[in-house]
């Protein structure tokens, strides 16, 4: 487990030591191998500098806004093509209706909507909702690792991002929605609720809050601090976090020595504050944060 979660670790701590991790795929495994490049000039696009602002900001959006309840307040469209809208322009009702006739209704006015998983491209945000519009597929799912003793493949672990399971009952990844949040510029600076703004005019998520609010009264006081403060605490089942946290990046599931089933949700990606939230059974038993 360890061994497998430092390698994860590496796929990013690698570009500050000047070294690419090449992925060789042979059938479905993958090798990873450290290749030197030369180290990337300050500034240079696609680089950015350590302590970035623009990592913690969409770090907050991922921790607080993933996994959040809503409904949907106009008929979102099937496919991986989704729905685009351009931030700062009226929404085109007509271009989503085109959108719904030609490709299906993922959901309709009314229904229960989870924001599962949050990605930044370029210019875009890009929000799934019930699973997305698309299934995805990764390289780690089947990974080998070669060490000096040859070719060890990374059995009876799987990794898997947090769109592909829980949520609200029947999500299937593929079966839901994609939203293409369009600046027309690079992503400027965002708070969880400015983003809730921006999808107000296809989401409704203020009915959702009373229920939740309800439902942590009702939790112990430690848990209910906890909660308030968007932190895990040991004790706490998966539903707590996911009220303290949202939906983690990503799941590291396997089995110990004696069987029994251990998980660990993974939020943030290195090198900018990753925390590890460990699992055993249905209650967390430990929290690590790096760096």
Same mark, same amino acid.
């Given at each position: 487990?360890?061994?497998?979660?430092?390698?994860?670790?590496?796929?990013?701590?690698?570009?500050?030591?000047?070294?690419?991790?090449?992925?060789?795929?042979?059938?479905?495994?993958?090798?990873?191998?450290?290749?030197?490049?030369?180290?990337?000039? $300050?500034?240079?696009?696609?680089?950015?500098?350590?302590? @970035?602002?623009?990592?913690?900001?969409?770090?907050?959006?991922?921790?607080?806004?993933?996994? $959040?309840?809503?409904?949907?307040?106009?008929?979102?469209?099937?496919?991986?093509?989704?729905?685009?809208?351009?931030?700062?322009?009226?929404?085109?009702?007509?271009?989503?209706?085109?959108?719904?006739?030609?490709?299906?209704?993922?959901?309709?006015?009314?229904?229960?909507?989870?924001?599962?998983?949050? #990605?930044?491209?370029?210019?875009?945000?890009?929000?799934?909702?019930?699973?997305?519009?698309?299934?995805?597929?990764?390289?780690?799912?089947?990974?080998?690792?070669?060490?000096?003793?040859?070719?060890?493949?990374?059995?009876?672990?799987?990794?898997?991002?947090?769109? #592909?399971?829980?949520?609200?009952?029947?999500?299937?990844?593929?079966?839901?929605?994609?939203?293409?949040?369009?600046?027309?510029?690079?992503?400027?600076?965002?708070?969880?609720? &400015?983003?809730?703004?921006?999808?107000?005019?296809?989401? #409704?998520?203020?009915?959702?809050?009373?229920?939740?609010?309800?439902?942590?009264?009702?939790?112990?006081?430690?848990?209910?601090?906890?909660?308030?403060?968007?932190?895990?605490?040991?004790?706490?089942?998966? &539903?707590?976090?996911?009220?303290?946290?949202?939906?983690?990046? @990503?799941?590291?599931? &396997?089995?110990?020595?004696?069987? @029994?089933?251990?998980?660990?949700?993974?939020?943030?990606?290195?090198?900018?504050?990753?925390?590890?939230?460990?699992?055993?059974? #249905?209650?967390?038993?430990?929290?690590?944060?790096?760096?």
């Amino acid at each position: 487990m360890l061994l497998f979660l430092s390698i994860l670790w590496s796929l990013h701590l690698f570009a500050d030591a000047d070294a690419r991790l090449l992925l060789h795929r042979t059938g479905e495994s993958v090798q990873i191998v450290a290749s030197p490049v030369p180290a990337p000039v $300050e500034g240079q696009e696609g680089q950015p500098a350590p302590d @970035n602002p623009q990592m913690d900001f969409r770090l907050e959006i991922i921790r607080y806004v993933s996994g $959040e309840l809503a409904r949907a307040v106009r008929p979102l469209p099937r496919g991986k093509q989704g729905f685009l809208m351009k931030i700062g322009q009226p929404l085109d009702q007509a271009q989503l209706e085109r959108a719904v006739a030609s490709r299906g209704a993922a959901m309709r006015p009314g229904d229960a909507a989870q924001i599962t998983h949050i #990605d930044f491209r370029g210019h875009q945000i890009v929000v799934e909702i019930n699973g997305g519009g698309w299934k995805k597929t990764h390289w780690y799912q089947h990974l080998t690792i070669e060490t000096s003793g040859g070719i060890t493949p990374a059995q009876d672990t799987t990794v898997q991002p947090a769109a #592909d399971s829980g949520g609200p009952p029947g999500i299937r990844p593929g079966a839901g929605s994609t939203i293409f949040l369009d600046f027309g510029k690079p992503v400027p600076q965002l708070s969880p609720d &400015e983003l809730k703004t921006l999808l107000s005019p296809l989401l #409704d998520f203020s009915k959702q809050h009373s229920a939740s609010v309800q439902w942590v009264d009702t939790l112990p006081p430690e848990f209910q601090k906890a909660i308030k403060e968007r932190r895990a605490a040991v004790g706490m089942d998966r &539903e707590m976090v996911v009220a303290a946290m949202g939906r983690p990046d @990503n799941k590291v599931r &396997e089995r110990d020595a004696d069987g @029994n089933e251990i998980e660990d949700w993974i939020y943030g990606q290195p090198p900018s504050k990753t925390i590890f939230v460990h699992f055993q059974g #249905d209650r967390v038993t430990s929290i690590k944060e790096f760096p």
